[in-house]
């Protein structure tokens, strides 16, 4: 057996104690064994700690466990201040201009715990130009710390009524990602008076509104263009909600099935709104989302029936039809074979990106006839679609991410050419390409605002090494312009500076590697310039790999700390089942071919002791969510030869046979398949699920698992097991096996900067003490 880690004695401090059910276990059927059962000797674990006084108590015994050994660790609290220091930083978020004239954006001071809503006028928004950064434009219109004193409540998203002069607005409690959404006057802000304490409110103060809406979840409330109201989704009430409250809200495991879709007319009652469309009688997975067109004259219906990219399309003119399941639609895309994504229109002309014979996506344009409009007894019902005709091809080596129209017809496309932002201008009704803005730039474009009604537009960027830029491009000419291809003109509206942190002091670089079956996969590797790349530096390896969603680079004030302090190299690596390189990338780590993720990521691991970046025994790897999958995975599939010596899984979804059944699981069979109803999906899974494949008798490394207790995406239940069953099994493990559950928070979202600093403090320590790390000015 191996000397035990650092701090870690199982005899002196055993694992907490968790009960087997022996009897319990569930039966699938394999294709290659027919029926074959499962054992599910923590099943009980499945019922949450607001629900089971038995898995309460053993969380909290869990919560001691982990806590006692982080405890060990002296450096915690020093390197808990540096990531403070390197938080402290001013944040303005790219400004967006509404009909009242006014601009509104994000602001932080640096450790405030929820970001506040500013609001500004154009010659505020102008002035920031000549200003250091430092402090907003405007004054404060929305402040989502008052929501709280603890920081538990977030502000999760806000939209504007057609006129301006109205905000529908979510509040989520505890991470979860049930909301409720609440109304105000755009000329009522949410802001402290005199008496702070009595400021506090949970919904956003006295001078909302009446009107709520609750159990909204995956939604945004979108406006009718006469500002009366709202369209808005909303999910059956979960098993305890006559029990639960608030605050309990997000602990359930109920499945969500059956969304419906709304309409709320203010100054009434939810219990009066108008169903719009009904749950789909075919597909209870399906959820609906909704867009009206700039000009308030088309309501655009989306639907999707889980995260692959595969949606339905229909278009409602809402001039002269009662808002109801009656309305009338033209179906552009009737069924669930390709993506659709709305762009703008000009007229019955609208534009869109898709990925239909694209892989890399592309823009289109479809001629809807609305004379041939017609309603059914259930939207699902009108399948047909309307002819796609392209207007920019798919590019052979660079993915489409998005498209923006302003100012008139000036198209503003961002494209990925190997996972860096390229930002090209076309015009919109020819398809022309005009050039490239931003020719220079190298890194990620984090976000485009601006409108077809005015002049200009606001582009936010971000690299690995510096929080970025936001740029602002002014054409003198707008919709009317008799020069659709105008050139803007270009300059820097605010650059974004840590104090703390001086970007000429790091590199940043992509590399390419081979993974075990030959692929070439990108990576992108940081690290101070003073550390030395001899195979002694420790390195953090992150990766999500799936749903289609790319890893590009971006600024992480917690992971520059950790280079900084530790001498430590960031590789964060571009895995199959990302959306870096088209659809193809993402089917080439999804269903069976989802252990080509982890193969990308044991061969990245390699590639970086092998190289001199690591030391061979100090890389860790880290993942959230599907990247939490990932780490469970590799964990179990490791060797000595990849060189990994902590694994980070956060929120991970650990139990690849029963994921599909709780709360939105049953979206993410696109991505993992069905295990009940395909038996080569229930054997592909089953022999890499986490969950069911830990190594009794291997010795693995530091191992810390993290997840939520309001964590109602990915359930805790995943993590709880996954705990439990290595305990079990690895009783002598020489390293340590942690579990650390935050409380009141969810998967992610709208966690306050303070929970977010002691996480990654937490999580430093575990790995920093077990590896024998030290801070540089501490060894």
Request: aromatic letters at 10%; a negative charge.
């Amino acid at each position: 057996m191996a000397s035990p880690a650092p701090g870690w004695d199982l005899k002196a401090r055993p694992f907490p104690q968790a009960r087997r059910d022996d009897q319990a276990s569930k039966t699938y059927t394999s294709a290659n064994k027919g029926s074959v059962t499962v054992p599910e000797p923590y099943v009980w674990l499945e019922t949450p700690p607001s629900q089971s006084l038995e898995t309460k108590k053993w969380v909290q015994e869990q919560a001691d466990f982990t806590q006692a050994y982080i405890r060990q660790n002296p450096e915690r609290e020093a390197f808990k201040e540096k990531v403070e220091q390197n938080f402290s930083y001013p944040r303005i978020n790219i400004p967006v201009k509404k009909k009242n004239g006014k601009f509104y954006l994000h602001y932080n001071s640096g450790l405030d715990p929820q970001s506040t809503i500013y609001e500004a006028t154009q010659e505020e928004i102008d002035a920031i130009e000549k200003s250091d950064g430092s402090k907003p434009p405007g004054r404060v219109w929305f402040d989502a710390n008052l929501l709280s004193k603890e920081g538990t409540i977030a502000l999760t998203n806000t939209r504007f009524s057609t006129s301006g002069k109205l905000v529908a607005y979510g509040i989520s409690v505890s991470g979860s990602d049930w909301e409720t959404i609440y109304f105000r006057q755009t000329s009522s802000p949410f802001v402290a008076g005199e008496d702070k304490e009595s400021a506090y409110s949970p919904s956003g103060g006295p001078d909302r509104l009446e009107d709520s809406l609750e159990y909204c979840k995956f939604t945004s409330a979108t406006w009718t263009p006469d500002d009366k109201g709202v369209f808005y989704q909303t999910y059956p009430k979960p098993s305890i909600s006559e029990a639960a409250n608030d605050f309990s809200k997000g602990t359930e495991t109920d499945a969500n099935l059956n969304a419906r879709l709304w309409y709320h007319r203010l100054g009434t009652k939810q219990s009066q709104d108008i169903l719009v469309i009904d749950k789909d009688p075919k597909t209870p997975t399906a959820g609906w989302g909704t867009h009206v067109t700039e000009d308030g004259k088309y309501l655009v219906v989306s639907s999707y029936k889980d995260t692959d990219t595969k949606n339905k399309i229909w278009v409602a003119q809402l001039e002269g039809q009662q808002i109801g399941e009656a309305l009338k639609y033209v179906a552009v895309a009737g069924e669930y074979k390709f993506s659709l994504d709305y762009v703008a229109h000009d007229g019955s002309r609208f534009y869109w990106i898709t990925n239909k014979d694209a892989t890399n996506s592309k823009v289109v344009y479809s001629d809807l006839d609305f004379s041939q409009a017609r309603s059914a007894k259930h939207i699902s019902e009108l399948d047909t679609s309307a002819p796609l005709h392209d207007l920019i091809p798919e590019q052979a080596d660079a993915t489409l991410a998005d498209a923006t129209v302003v100012a008139g017809d000036k198209l503003l496309v961002n494209y990925t050419r190997d996972v860096k932002s390229e930002l090209w201008q076309y015009e919109l009704k020819s398809g022309q390409q005009v050039k490239r803005l931003l020719p220079d730039f190298v890194g990620t474009i984090g976000g485009i605002s601006g409108r077809r009604e005015d002049q200009e537009a606001f582009v936010s960027t971000t690299s690995e090494t510096s929080p970025g830029s936001t740029y602002r491009f002014t054409w003198t000419s707008a919709a009317s312009s008799s020069a659709p291809t105008e050139t803007p003109f270009e300059r820097t509206w605010l650059t974004t500076k840590v104090a703390s942190i001086r970007s000429e002091d790091y590199i940043s670089e992509q590399i390419f590697f081979h993974s075990t079956d030959g692929t070439r996969v990108p990576m992108f590797v940081t690290r101070h310039k003073d550390t030395k790349m001899d195979s002694t530096a420790p390195a953090l390896l992150y990766a999500y790999g799936g749903f289609n969603i790319s890893i590009q680079p971006g600024f992480s004030p917690w992971m520059m700390t950790w280079i900084t302090e530790y001498g430590g190299v960031l590789a964060k690596v571009n895995a199959r089942g990302g959306g870096e390189y088209g659809q193809k990338w993402h089917n080439a780590g999804r269903l069976l071919n989802k252990k080509n993720v982890f193969e990308d990521i044991l061969s990245a691991a390699k590639f970086l002791h092998e190289n001199k970046y690591a030391e061979k025994g100090k890389i860790i790897i880290n993942g959230g969510s599907n990247g939490g999958l990932m780490v469970g995975a590799c964990m179990n599939m490791l060797t000595e030869e990849h060189g990994i010596g902590a694994g980070i899984g956060e929120v991970g979804v650990m139990d690849m046979l029963k994921f599909h059944t709780w709360t939105i699981g049953s979206a993410w069979i696109a991505d993992y398949g069905n295990p009940d109803e395909d038996p080569k999906i229930f054997d592909y899974n089953y022999s890499y699920s986490p969950l069911h494949n830990v190594q009794e008798g291997k010795i693995y490394p530091t191992y810390l698992l993290a997840c939520a207790d309001h964590d109602d995406r990915v359930v805790p239940a995943h993590t709880f097991k996954l705990t439990a069953e290595l305990q079990h099994k690895l009783k002598d493990n020489p390293n340590p096996i942690l579990l650390r559950v935050d409380m009141n928070a969810g998967h992610g979202a709208g966690k306050s900067i303070q929970k977010r600093i002691e996480e990654v403090a937490d999580r430093v320590a575990v790995v920093g003490l077990a590896l024998g790390l030290k801070m540089r000015g501490r060894e």
